[in-house]
């Protein structure tokens, strides 16, 4: 890792307690109209959205990886699309941003803020897509995956449940459904919420309707022969994006593997422990949210160093090592994979 990018990542993750609500009083006092008019309610949600600005840039930063800010920004410029604000007031908070940092931070690391943000406005100004849906024709299941979203959008998990079950009973494999059916649902939700078509209460309930319809689908798990190898799963510290990684523990335990899934938020010492305890041949960190970087990179660095788990094979996932090729390096794992699948493919490899 770069420690000139991590000492700039650093900084800004501190400045992230100050900073947004100086950048609110200049942008305010710029805006004189707005001032007027905005309630505490509007502070709120401008400082929250800052420090979310922030903790991108930094976390894009620490990784070396400019795309992982830009697309944030993508992403950004579509959900703030379908909310009352001036596109001329987000582009002036970046600038504020850009410039307060400029200030604040000595020349040799601002030059490498200035960059990243730069790109990130760039992008905002020309982004114009909207996102289409995951769940198209390419997916050969995506009858059954459009009928079970809309049961789930009713809130009708039993009748969500009863299709998975018929479809199974059918002779569809278990891994398409996992792949097609759950993968494809999580990412269209997640394009659902960001174009304000469902809330984040629906975004929730349907995510946990689907890990508790996953768990009526584990008698078909253990039937696999065992080929006496075993994987940890889990989710890096601070990440609550679990269900990409549960997917990557069953498909594993469906394929022979002895799996060990610890879920969301995982404290490092917890999970460095447990590969002390269990003696993995692979250990499988997930990451969705591209803050929650710094926390991966802690986590490999500790177990490299110590001697009771630096045997131990790593695998980093998730959305940001999807976006950028080369981050699981940037990272210091052995490996990445797209999907639960290329893990398995990868792991067999790296054994």
Not at 145 to 157: P, V
């Amino acid at each position: 890792m770069n420690e000139l990018n991590k000492i700039i990542a650093d900084k800004i993750n501190e400045l992230k307690k100050t900073l947004p609500e100086l950048i609110l009083e200049k942008h305010l006092n710029l805006r004189p109209k707005l001032k007027a008019v905005y309630t505490e309610r509007h502070r709120r949600f401008y400082l929250e959205d800052t420090r979310f600005h922030l903790s991108y840039l930094a976390g894009s930063i620490l990784a070396n990886e400019p795309v992982l800010f830009t697309e944030y920004i993508s992403w950004a410029k579509t959900f703030f699309s379908t909310l009352p604000i001036d596109e001329n007031d987000i582009i002036l908070n970046l600038e504020l941003i850009r410039d307060s940092l400029e200030t604040i931070l000595e020349p040799d690391l601002s030059v490498i803020t200035l960059k990243y943000i730069n790109a990130g406005i760039e992008i905002f100004k020309l982004h114009n897509d909207m996102p289409v849906s995951f769940i198209n024709e390419s997916n050969s299941l995506n009858v059954l995956a459009n009928k079970y979203l809309s049961f789930l959008i009713e809130g009708n998990k039993q009748a969500a449940l009863n299709i998975i079950l018929e479809a199974i009973k059918a002779g569809t494999p278990i891994k398409d459904i996992y792949l097609n059916v759950f993968q494809e649902t999580q990412k269209e939700i997640g394009r659902l919420w960001q174009l304000s078509k469902i809330t984040v209460a629906q975004e929730h309930f349907i995510t946990a309707a689907t890990q508790l319809i996953m768990a009526q689908l584990y008698t078909y798990l253990f039937t696999s022969e065992k080929k006496n190898k075993s994987i940890i799963v889990s989710c890096v510290q601070g990440e609550l994006h679990e269900i990409g990684a549960r997917m990557v523990a069953d498909l594993f335990e469906m394929d022979g593997w002895n799996s060990y899934y610890f879920g969301a938020n995982t404290p490092n010492s917890s999970i460095t422990k447990a590969i002390e305890t269990y003696r993995p041949d692979i250990f499988a960190i997930s990451a969705t949210m591209t803050y929650n970087l710094s926390a991966v990179s802690e986590l490999i660095e500790s177990i490299r160093k110590n001697p009771n788990t630096n045997y131990v094979k790593i695998l980093a996932g998730g959305y940001p090592f999807n976006l950028a090729a080369d981050l699981w390096q940037n990272m210091g794992a052995d490996g990445s994979a797209r999907n639960a699948l290329e893990a398995i493919q990868l792991a067999s490899t790296l054994l």
